[in-house]
């Protein structure tokens, strides 16, 4: 068999380990990382295009590809751009139903407040490529971005001999303002602290490599950027309700993303649990990646999991907080109630993890190796910044000005008291001029 049945209270100290404390493999690289980093902080184009010879093989000409991507579009055939068209404008209406309203409020006489929302100026997103396509992970970058009201989105992704149609289509689609050919850890540095030919922006996002997630460790502090994801993960909860073959088929599709994926099911039934990895083992026979699938369901980090109770089985997955959550029980809103950490959630047997992926709306850009306990994924919040706006009258600093004063007398900060004090005593002269 692939993949083993395990008790989750048989788990000792190593697997819990493998489970939990999952590793994006970015801190083997960061040395090298940081050397690419320097060279193109240095010398802009210069290095950029050394690397990229050297890394992706490829000589490239002029770096910005813009126009590419909108005859890549024309050029597209009928039935894929539809697909692309579908799945972007439903990433676009969920997106939209995001942004944030400007609202203000009076929270007592005379003292008003309130928070108003405003786009950042320039945000860089990488998307994937090179001899891959990955015109979803485009549309899941570009479009919140745009939605959000970005002034300018750059876009980079790995150049190759001949660009992927699909995403460069994808990219137009989504609306970037400015797309490179170039990706790697010199794409983010690129975008971080610009070059002669790619503009320099506020935040980066995006998925890619652990060259990419280093490189974004790297240039965090002096960019923002949205998190330092890892390889593909997911969670499937099920009970004796669930159909072994759909959960098996979530964990084969996410082990066909890439080696150091983690997949696993959880379930309070031994005969489900020994169904689910008898169809795993039978279902990544007949996956074109295999060899991929079956080294990610031999790893330490997969495996089909019994627990002793519904509970049991929660509080592993609440523990393990993971990017894709499939919930397939006989209450699904029941155990969702109770899980607070998780990337996306998948309910009932008809929402697949592709689903999400592709053309749903909701975001596939998420938190991996437990970033769900402290974050979520990529969305329209993700660009914009907030601005607390108040407004006090008299009346409204007079009943706060004896706490003020206190407060910052307290601290040793008498001006800041006294800006206070001589506002209050400013109104109490113009009162009695009145009189």
Not at 313 to 329: G, K, M, Q
Not at 387 to 415: I, N, Y
Request: one cysteine or more; proline letters at 4%; hydrophobic letters at 40%.
């Amino acid at each position: 068999m692939t993949i083993d049945v395990r008790e989750i209270s048989d788990l000792g100290p190593d697997d819990r380990v493998a489970f939990f404390d999952r590793d994006a493999g970015i801190e083997g690289v960061r040395g090298d990382v940081r050397e690419i980093v320097d060279r193109v902080r240095e010398e802009g184009d210069v290095a950029v295009r050394e690397f990229t010879s050297d890394f992706d093989d490829v000589e490239v000409g002029n770096l910005e590809i813009t126009d590419a991507c909108e005859r890549a579009y024309d050029d597209l055939e009928q039935e894929l751009r539809d697909a692309i068209e579908s799945a972007a404008a439903n990433v676009r209406e969920f997106h939209a139903a995001q942004v944030p309203e400007d609202w203000r409020h009076e929270f007592s006489d005379g003292r008003e407040l309130g928070r108003r929302f405003r786009p950042i100026d320039r945000v860089g997103v990488y998307v994937p490529g090179g001899e891959a396509a990955y015109p979803s992970s485009a549309l899941m970058g570009i479009i919140p971005a745009v939605v959000a009201g970005v002034e300018h989105v750059s876009v980079v992704t790995p150049p190759a001999e001949e660009l992927n149609p699909a995403t460069l289509a994808a990219i137009h689609v989504a609306g970037a303002d400015a797309v490179y050919s170039v990706g790697g850890a010199q794409a983010v540095a690129a975008l971080a602290y610009g070059t002669e030919s790619i503009t320099r922006v506020q935040k980066i996002v995006g998925p890619g490599n652990k060259w990419v997630t280093a490189a974004k460790a790297e240039v965090r502090g002096d960019v923002e950027i949205d998190f330092l994801a890892g390889p593909s993960e997911v969670v499937v909860v099920a009970d004796d309700t669930a159909d072994p073959e759909l959960v098996a088929s979530e964990l084969v599709a996410q082990a066909e993303h890439d080696p150091n994926a983690s997949v696993v099911a959880v379930t309070d039934d031994e005969e489900t649990a020994t169904a689910i990895a008898a169809a795993a083992d039978s279902q990544a026979s007949e996956r074109a990646r295999e060899d991929v699938i079956r080294e990610v369901l031999e790893s330490d980090a997969s495996g089909v999991l019994l627990a002793r109770s519904m509970s049991e089985a929660i509080l592993f997955t609440e523990e393990y907080a993971p990017e894709h959550l499939s919930i397939l029980v006989s209450d699904d809103e029941a155990v969702l109630d109770r899980i607070d950490s998780a990337g996306s959630v998948f309910l009932g047997p008809e929402t697949p993890v592709a689903a999400g992926d592709y053309a749903s709306g909701t975001n596939h850009v998420l938190p991996t190796n437990g970033g769900a306990r402290v974050t979520g994924g990529l969305s329209v919040e993700t660009f914009v910044r907030s601005t607390t706006v108040q407004r006090l009258s008299s009346d409204g600093l007079a009943d706060l000005g004896e706490t003020v004063t206190t407060l910052a007398e307290a601290e040793g900060l008498d001006a800041h008291a006294e800006s206070v004090r001589i506002r209050l005593a400013t109104d109490r002269e113009a009162e009695q001029e009145q009189k």
